[in-house]
């Protein structure tokens, strides 16, 4: 459940905090007011793509928060993002002038990937969007596997896992080709093997070989700078060496330790620094007469460079060109033996097939019980919202056999479905992309969503004007389902229909104010004679009857009776 939503910086909106009751939560307002803004920002927490329009005008960052109740039922996801004794789930998500965002999960950072697999489970969002994708055909599908999910999601899985091998399986025997692009490759491959094993790489060797040629190239100054080194330290003043010096002082300093502890310390310190400096003197002594740059050690080392970075400019770093020389190995072992590994590939192949096959008339099946019970509810919900004489089939198309299934497998099976509907008693059935209105289809997806919520799980689902092109009873009808459905699920709902806003558990009045040349968008929590006002308001009535306070009043009233007597048959 969506407890709580703090946003800042989105489009009209420059702070809100919204806390959200259990049940049925109404937004309603004047057109334009941006109601459907929320929706946006819950639709942000869902893994919505993020747009730098959606940052208020002037702001360079912004941000949205959802604070989730931990559901009864926790997905694999959610796990590992909350641990046992956690109550809420806190989904933040920042976004910048820039276009970038940051999304984090109880503090983790996320994906927007993650961030969409999580929210599954917490929102299921019902907007203008889903109305539209009831016109696309290869949707229909996806709505009878949300309703049959449960029967059929390790099928589903499993023919997604061999599918995957299934197009692995066709691509290497693309590679195989024909005997001449096979000769062809095995020339190719043989050459960069020899090109690798030839320049005989050992881990480190350019970094190696670079230090050494810069030694090289700086061979007339390293002797010099050497030299002169040894020298200050063997023979600097009045021919004494700076050991000598140092043993002088040292000498010095001791004849008077016994009038101050400091002279001896210092006595000794010198001392010190006399050892050192003698083995220095023999560690330059000894480097610079080991020193032997011959004329055609440079020439040498240049060579070799320049062989070990073409082989890394070609194949990457020592690792890469190793991996590569790996995988070279196996394709000219495949292309040698491309008539046994032909013949192995193809009965893998044959076997994926077979298993797909398997599995896709099973989850074939299953759609098909789905789709049965899915077609009576839904015409059972349809007469209840003013279609009585509505008749709704889930078609499919017919199953391949065996022999030429492969063209049609796909990641979710061999199926193809589509929604037919007779909205009207002795019409045929017809396409249901063909026939609907927009009444009838905002009726259509309540209809899916309240049967659909009879196999759900997701605790809080949001309506973005469900009722599109709806008036009248038919209003009334889509009110009481709504009710119904905030039994079992926290509803959060965008209306402008007095019947829905009457029904309201919590209902807020969303509008637009000026301040300082600024547009804002608000939100204000109704109390009941408040929640009246509005619903007159939305009746159209408002200003026009003196009744309308007291019809709304009544209409109030009438939802408070119904939702008290439908919460008391759960009970």
Known sequence: MLIKLTVKNFALISKLELEFGKELNILSGETGAGKSIIVDCIMLLAGGRYDKTMLRFGESSGFVEGVFSVPEKISAALKDFISDDDEEIIIFRRFNSDGKNEIKINGRS???????????????????????????????????????????????????????????????????????????????????????????????????????????????????????AAGFLSDYSDGMSMEELLEDAERKLSSVAGYDPRYSEWADRIKSVAIEVEDLAESITDE??????????????????????????????????????????????????????????????????????????????????????????????????????SVFEVRFDPLPDPASCEPLISPTGMDRVEFYLSPNAGQ????????????????????????????????????????????????????????????????????????????????????????DGQTYTRLTLLDENASIEEVSRLSGAKDISSEAFKNAAQMKKWSDDYKASIRGEVK
């Open 110 to 228: 996320a994906t927007v990937a993650m961030l969409k697999e999580i929210s599954s489970g917490l929102i299921d969002i019902c907007g203008q969007n889903e109305h539209q994708s009831l016109a696309n055909v290869t949707n229909h599908i996806k709505i009878v596997d949300y309703y049959a999910r449960h029967s059929t999601s390790e099928l589903l899985k499993n023919i997604n896992v061999n599918y995957i091998k299934l197009r692995e399986v066709n691509s290497k025997l693309e590679e195989i080709g024909d005997a001449k692009s096979r000769a062809r490759n095995l020339d190719v491959y043989k050459f960069q093997l020899e090109e690798i094993d030839r320049a005989k790489l050992k881990p480190g060797e350019e970094e190696e070989l670079s230090s050494a040629r810069k030694r090289c190239l700086g061979a007339e100054k390293i002797a010099s700078a050497l030299s002169e």
């Open 288 to 389: 610079l007469s080991s020193l032997d740059f011959a004329p055609d050690e440079l020439d040498a080392l240049e060579k070799r460079l320049d062989t070990v970075r073409n082989i890394t400019r070609k194949y990457g770093d020592y690792d890469s060109a190793m991996s590569f020389r790996a995988e070279l190995v196996k394709k000219i072992d495949e292309i040698e033996n491309a008539e046994d590994y032909y013949i192995k590939l193809t009965k893998e192949k044959s076997v994926l097939v077979k298993k797909l096959f398997g599995d896709s008339v099973l989850l074939s099946e299953e759609r098909r019980k789905a789709a049965k019970k899915l077609e009576i509810s839904v015409v059972k919900e349809l007469s209840e919202l003013g279609m009585a004489n």
């Open 428 to 515: 045929p059935l017809k396409p249901l992309v063909k026939i609907i209105s927009g009444g009838e289809l905002s009726r259509l997806m309540l209809a899916l969503k309240v049967v659909s919520s009879s196999v759900d799980d997701t605790p809080t689902v949001i309506f973005d004007e469900i009722d599109t092109g709806i008036s009248g009873k038919i209003g009334t009808e889509i009110a009481k389902k709504l009710a119904r459905l905030a039994i079992r699920h926290q509803l959060l709902c965008v209306t402008h229909l007095p019947q829905i806003a009457a029904m309201a558990d919590t209902h807020y009045f969303i509008d637009k104010f000026t301040e």
